[in-house]
């Protein structure tokens, strides 16, 4: 299983925990989750990091869960 989801420019992924990761410009890849199997619908998981940026921090606005798109609540 992977999250994947975008940062603006200038956000960097410093450290995760409960899962590894990539980061490709603004495009990060957390695997090898904690959770590393099925979640049932309606259930939640959870991942932390930590990271470092310049200029504005915004949040993500989109991710996508097993390469499929999700909505961000």
Not at 19 to 30: H, I, L, P
Not at 32 to 43: E, P, T
């Amino acid at each position: 299983m992977s999250l994947g989801w975008s940062f603006g420019d200038g956000q960097k992924v410093t450290r995760l925990w409960n899962a590894s990761y990539a980061q490709d410009g603004s495009g990060v890849t957390a695997t090898n989750l904690g959770w590393n199997g099925k979640v049932a619908a309606g259930s939640s998981v959870s991942f932390g990091f930590t990271g470092s940026w310049s200029g504005s921090n915004g949040r993500p606005t989109a991710f996508k869960l097993g390469g499929r798109s999700c909505t961000v609540a």
